[in-house]
C-alpha cells in the first residue's frame, strides 16, 4: 500500500486528493507556485514545498522538478488530478522509470487516447460508433477541403491532441474551412506543443454525455454510469448532472456497453471517461476518452456512495477493483454548478483579487469542493474555477430545487462571479425541461 503520496497539482484537486489520503493513512506532499504560496491545499498537506515561479512550464508542469521532489520526500506515488500534467505520457514514463506509482493508466495508454486520432482509429477497430470524419491526421488544408467533400458540411476541425476547446472550429463552407484551418494548427501549436488536426462531420445541437470507467491490472473493467455535460459555453462544462434523463434505458445500456467495450479493447487501468455525443435521434457517437479523473467525478460520486480518488489509489496499488458492476448502485440524481471568479454580465471577464469573505452552504445533500477561504486573494494566472457546488436529491426535480437553494446561500465577496448566472440557467425552462444542448447558452440563453 502507498504510504505517501506528491500531489501534483493545485486547488480544488489538490484538497479533494489530500482529503482522500488522510482518510486511507496515506501522507501527502503539496507543491505549490509563488503564487499559490497561500492556497489552502499547502496547508492541508503533511509536507509543502514552492515548486517554482508562476509560469506553470516551471513548476506545475516542470516534471524534472516534480520527480526529483517525490523522491527527495521519500514519495511511493504521485497523483496528478486533473489538467496540466495529467494526461502527459512523458510525466507516467518518467515516474515509473523512477519507481513511482504514477495514479492512473500506463504511459502506453495515455499515447493512445491523448491523440484523437489514433484513438478515433482505434475505436472504430474496436467497434465503437464515431462520427464520420478523416481516417488520420491532416497536415494540409488541401486535404482538408477534399475530406470535407466526402463527408459534407458543416466540418468541425479539432486538434489531435486537444482539449478545452483549443484548436477548434466549426465551418460550414469551404471558404471558412480555408481561413479556419491555420488559425486552428496554429492555436494547437501554441496550446499542446502539436499542429496535427483531424476532421469530424459536426454534429449540430447535439447533448455531449460521458460515462465513468474504470479497470484494473487484472483485465476487470467496470462503469459507474453516465454524466450528462450539455450546458456548455465555448465548449467548457458549466453544469453537469447524473444521470442523464435524455437517455432512455435502451440508449442507456448501449451507450454503456460502448464504453467498457473502449476501455477493454486498451486494457485500461485505472480512472476513465468515455466521451460521446448524442444527436437529435439519439444516436450516438465516440468523440474521446479522458485518460485521468474528471472536473465533475463528485456527481458520480454522489449517485453511488463511492470515492473515486480512493479507488484510484487502490487499483494503483495493485488492488483489484472491488465492486462487480451488479453491486454498483445508482441511487437519486445529482447536480454540479462550476463556481469561477468571473463577470458573466462583462462577457465573462476573469475577476482575480482578494476575497474579503465567503459562506458556503450546507444541508441535506450539498457539497462544495473547493481551495478558497476569506482573505485569500485569487492569482491571476490561473483557471477562474474557484469551487464547485454539488447538490443530491431523491430525483432530478428535488435536485434543481436543492440546487436553486444552495446558490442563494453561496456568497463570495470581494470579487465577481458566476453564481447569479448560474442560477439563471438553473431556472431557465430549457434546463428544467431538459431540453438544453452543447450551444444553448451562446446561441439562444446569452441572446435573450
Not at 447535439?206 to 450546458?231: L, T
Not at 477562474?384 to 465577496?413: F, H, P, Q, T
Request: charged letters at 25%; glycine letters at 8%; a negative charge.
Amino acid at each position: 500500500m502507498i504510504k505517501k503520496l506528491l500531489v501534483a497539482n493545485r486547488g480544488e484537486i489538490a484538497v479533494r486528493i489530500i482529503r482522500t489520503c488522510k482518510e486511507m493513512g496515506i501522507k501527502t506532499v503539496a507543491i505549490y507556485s509563488q503564487a499559490d504560496k497561500d492556497s489552502l491545499h499547502r496547508y492541508m498537506a503533511d509536507e509543502s514545498i514552492c515548486i517554482g515561479p508562476n509560469n506553470i512550464s516551471k513548476s506545475y508542469n516542470n516534471i524534472d522538478n516534480i520527480i526529483y521532489l517525490a523522491i527527495k520526500t521519500k514519495c511511493d506515488a504521485i497523483h496528478p488530478g486533473f489538467g496540466f500534467l495529467s494526461e502527459n505520457s512523458s510525466f507516467a514514463r518518467k515516474c515509473e522509470e523512477n519507481n513511482l506509482i504514477f495514479i492512473g493508466p500506463k504511459f502506453e495508454q495515455i499515447d493512445k487516447m491523448g491523440d484523437k486520432s489514433t484513438a478515433r482509429e482505434t475505436m472504430i477497430k474496436a467497434g465503437v460508433p464515431v462520427v464520420l470524419g478523416s481516417k488520420g491526421v491532416i497536415t494540409d488544408v488541401n486535404d482538408a477541403i477534399d475530406i470535407a467533400k466526402e463527408i459534407g458540411y458543416p466540418i468541425l476541425i479539432k486538434a489531435s491532441s486537444g482539449g478545452g476547446g483549443k484548436g477548434m472550429r466549426i465551418v460550414y463552407n469551404e471558404d471558412e474551412l480555408k481561413a479556419n484551418f491555420d488559425m486552428a494548427k496554429g492555436e494547437a501549436l501554441s496550446s499542446f506543443g502539436n499542429d496535427e488536426m483531424y476532421l469530424e462531420k459536426y454534429i449540430e445541437n447535439p447533448r455531449h454525455i460521458e460515462v465513468q470507467v474504470f479497470g484494473d491490472k487484472y483485465g476487470n473493467v467496470v462503469h459507474f454510469g453516465d454524466r450528462d455535460c450539455s450546458m456548455q459555453r465555448r465548449n467548457q462544462k458549466v453544469i453537469e448532472e447524473s444521470l442523464s434523463h435524455y437517455l432512455d434505458e435502451g440508449i442507456r445500456k448501449k451507450l454503456y456497453e460502448a464504453a467498457v467495450k473502449a476501455a477493454k479493447s486498451i486494457n485500461y487501468i485505472g480512472a476513465g471517461t468515455v466521451e460521446f455525443i448524442v444527436d437529435k435521434d439519439k444516436n450516438f457517437y465516440f468523440i474521446e476518452m479522458n485518460t485521468r479523473i474528471q472536473v465533475e467525478h463528485p456527481i458520480t460520486e454522489m449517485i453511488t456512495g463511492i470515492d473515486l480518488i480512493k479507488l484510484q489509489i487502490l487499483i494503483a496499488s495493485n488492488e483489484k477493483i472491488p465492486y462487480s458492476q451488479e453491486n454498483i448502485k445508482f441511487n437519486g440524481h445529482a447536480i454540479e454548478c462550476r463556481i469561477n471568479a468571473e463577470d458573466p454580465f462583462d462577457n465573462f471577464r476573469p475577476s482575480p483579487g482578494r476575497i474579503d469573505s465567503i459562506h458556503v452552504p450546507g444541508g441535506l445533500g450539498v457539497r462544495f469542493d473547493s481551495f478558497v477561504y476569506g482573505g485569500y486573494t485569487i492569482p491571476p494566472i490561473y483557471d477562474s474555477m474557484i469551487g464547485k457546488l454539488i447538490c443530491w436529491g431523491k430525483n432530478r426535480n428535488e435536485c434543481i430545487s436543492r440546487m436553486k437553494r444552495a446558490l442563494d446561500e453561496l456568497i463570495v465577496e470581494g470579487v465577481k462571479t458566476n453564481i447569479e448566472f448560474q442560477k439563471m440557467l438553473i431556472e431557465s425552462d430549457a434546463f428544467v425541461k431538459d431540453e438544453h444542448h452543447t450551444k444553448f447558452i451562446e446561441n439562444e440563453f446569452l441572446k435573450n
